[in-house]
């Protein structure tokens, strides 16, 4: 089953006066949509657009696994266990938030930032906060959350180039930039995907994808 979730059709936040723009792709605060929960272990998938001296300041989060992608800009991360750090395009953030952590996110740059954030259900929730940031992830070299059963995948590729999606019990494509042709002649054959839209796979084979443009994937690889 191949599922796929439009751009256009993400819940609208953030405060545009205070240069937050937010687009979620579950059910979020006052968007509340029974049958849009999660998918597999995917509790969340916002892009936030942060201006130039725009941010969230300090809050709290819990029993989530929330893993940071910056497409462009530099993001500025601090948290009540003490990490302080700036993420820029190619890093990977991840924070454990366990039993209980605040952070504040910025954009203390002088140019725009956009990042995708995922929020992810540990298998067991509580513990130790943890921090990591993994600089400059190799397309080759997926990421490891194992506390969710997930992996996450990076793909940027060149204008035709083509690449094979993970066969799992759930995957999760989101296209961050360019536009792509989902490929499976076995479910609903070519479907074109562009910038911000989501696909949510289950039970299939692994389909593949063909980049249109020159295109930035995440693919979320679940299991059950």
Do not use: K
């Not at 599922?3 to 979020?28: K, L, M, N, Q, T």
């Not at 956009?114 to 990591?132: C, H, K, N």
């Not at 295109?215 to 059950?224: P, Q, T």
């Amino acid at each position: 089953m191949i599922d796929v979730r439009r751009s256009g059709d993400r819940y609208p936040g953030g405060e545009r006066e205070a240069g937050i723009r937010s687009f979620h792709a579950f059910s979020f605060g006052p968007h509340y949509d029974p049958e849009n929960l999660r998918f597999g272990a995917i509790l969340a998938c916002n892009e936030e657009q942060l201006a130039p001296g725009a941010g969230f300041d300090e809050h709290p989060h819990s029993h989530t696994e929330i893993v940071t992608w910056v497409v462009t800009g530099e993001l500025t991360h601090r948290d009540s266990t003490g990490h302080e750090s700036v993420v820029r395009p190619g890093d990977v953030q991840r924070l454990s938030s366990g039993g209980g952590v605040r952070h504040v996110e910025r954009n203390d740059s002088t140019e725009p930032l956009t990042f995708i954030q995922t929020w992810l259900a540990p298998r067991s929730p509580g513990g130790d906060p943890a921090y990591e940031v993994v600089h400059g992830i190799a397309d080759s070299t997926p990421y490891d959350v194992p506390e969710a059963g997930a992996l996450l995948h990076v793909r940027r590729l060149a204008e035709g180039e083509r690449t094979e999606l993970p066969a799992a019990p759930y995957v999760y494509l989101h296209v961050a930039q360019g536009t792509v042709r989902l490929r499976d002649t076995e479910l609903l054959g070519d479907t074109e995907l562009e910038q911000g839209d989501a696909a949510r796979i289950t039970a299939s084979s692994g389909p593949d994808v063909l980049a249109s443009t020159a295109a930035h994937l995440l693919i979320w690889e679940m299991s059950d």
